[in-house]
């Protein structure tokens, strides 16, 4: 087979590139190891920075988003027992975050995608890449047992943080800067009224927690555990016992409780490789960068990724002009370093970490104190979580 573009992994930077990349009049071809339902079905990140949604509106796939996800104009940050206010909206000059699930995401692009007659190859294993240090690059892979051979212009590396891609490029040509953090998070979705319009982040002295949402009806909920939890120490009626300390307040707060319908523990790690690029394969989203989630940050560096990879391709097969795509890595680490401050510092403000002295507790109190008490410090908050304007490119 023959395409412009190969793309690995049919994720949001996945599925989101091959769609760009159609606006522009490129082909491409995805391929994905899990099946099509799997992808869609798969519950993660719930928060879009307003230049996500604006790029999906913008680029046609926003219908559904508009109907039913949920505009939010602030955040509450809890603790010492009380809620406090950042007001999104009003700090950042208009800048609101969407509540739309990944999967919904995931979902309209699939949609768009086939309905464009698009290919994207489901449940395909023994995925490689080849030749990228060359003008012939090619994807090979097996599907339905049978071998085939992509040939393409470019690979997109959109397969995630444990996909092919980041190991194909010699491990010379990569440098790598990690942190893992000693916790993780057990995340729920319950059919439960969320009991705040809100999202809520708890910095409490068992450990951080989280209230997010799906609709008016599911809650989402994550809490600070150890990054090996075993689920089944978890039974839903601990998991709830758990979170109601957690979320507790002077004015009597109480999580409404319901059916958990999914439950999975995330460790938390940040990671970098650099350069994001090695000949003519390019890696974008979580196969080139990962944050702890706390920012809530993941899936829109990857929509931010794939718009600058979209461009830059778009200008090499039309102006044969290379110098966007040159420039790809360091149009995007800007962002992404710019990120992994705001979700560590995030991160290193919630949580409690194991072993934590009484020291860094009333550190983090005093920061909380500062962020929720000084426009200036609520104002760095507020722009960075609900997002900073893409690059102009
Ligand atoms: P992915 O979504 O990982 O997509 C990569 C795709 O490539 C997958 O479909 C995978 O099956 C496929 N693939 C892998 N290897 C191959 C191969 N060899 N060949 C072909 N296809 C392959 N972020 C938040 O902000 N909040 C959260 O609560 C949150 N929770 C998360 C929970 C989990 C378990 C994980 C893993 C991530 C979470 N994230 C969260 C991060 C966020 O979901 C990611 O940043 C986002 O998914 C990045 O999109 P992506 O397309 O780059 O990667
Ligand atoms: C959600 C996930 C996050 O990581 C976050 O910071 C906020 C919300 C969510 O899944 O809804």
Redesign the pocket.
Known sequence: MRTQVGI?????????LSHLLHLEGIESIV????TRR??EE??????LEQGTVDLLNQSGVGGRMRREGLIHHGIELRFNRRGHRIDLFELTGGRAITVYG?HEV?KDLIDARLQADGQILFS??Q??VHGFDGKSPSIR?RSAGEPLEIVCDFIGG????????RPSIPADALRNYEKVYPFG?L?ILAEARPASEELVYSNHERGFALL?MRSPVLS?V?LQCRPDEELEEWPDDRIWEELQLRFQTDEGFRLNEGRVVQK?V?AMRSFVAEPMQYGRLYL?????H??P?T????????AA?VRILSRAMANWYRNRDGGLLERYSQLCLRRVWRAQHFSWWMTSMMHRPDGGSEFDHRRQLAELDNVTTSRAAATNLAENYAGLPFEVI
């Open positions: 690995v992994g049919a994720g949001p930077a996945g599925l989101l391929v994905e190891t899990h799997h992808v798969r519950i993660r990140a719930g928060v990944q995931v395909v294993d995925v490689s892979l959109c397969d995630g943080f444990h996909g092919v891609c998070w995340g997010s989402r994550y999975g995330t974008a989203g979580d196969a080139a990962i944050v989630p920012g809530a940050k993941g899936l829109n560096l990857a990724d």
